[in-house]
């Protein structure tokens, strides 16, 4: 079973999901199973989390921006603990899924995208 954990990404703001490779019983992981927990608690996968990526099963690492999470299925609130689960895929079938998390990154708001400024009445223009 992986050891999951999440923050926030400091560069972009997104969730940073990240696990440890578990015991492969013989078998080389061909893909991760990875699903976030709904405000509802049913669990769903994401496309921001792909674990069937090449990059995602070697990193063992993905980002999930917030919008996904504040968006259906998930509508997580803001300052919610993010529940992720990870589970590893091989030719024998699908492991256990990781604990519950008691730790780790929270819901944070969206930014908006900056009003293109506008001259005011009270700009100055110089002249030459």
């Known amino acids: 079973m992986p050891a999951v ?60 921006p917030m919008q996904t999470l504040t968006s259906a299925p998930f509508t997580l609130a803001l300052d919610a603990l993010v529940q992720v689960r990870v589970a590893a895929v091989n030719s024998k079938g699908t492991g256990l899924t990781s604990t519950l998390l008691t730790t780790g990154g929270r819901v944070r708001t969206v930014p908006t995208a900056a009003n293109i400024p506008e001259r005011g009445t009270d700009t100055t223009q110089f002249r030459i």
């Open 5 to 64: 954990t999440t923050s926030v990404d400091a560069s972009t703001g997104q969730l940073l999901v990240e696990w440890t490779a578990p015991s492969t019983n013989g078998a080389s992981i061909s893909a991760y199973v990875i699903e976030v927990q709904a405000s509802d608690s049913t669990w769903h996968t994401t496309t921001s989390c792909d674990g069937t990526s090449l990059s995602v099963v070697g990193l063992r690492r993905c980002l999930i």
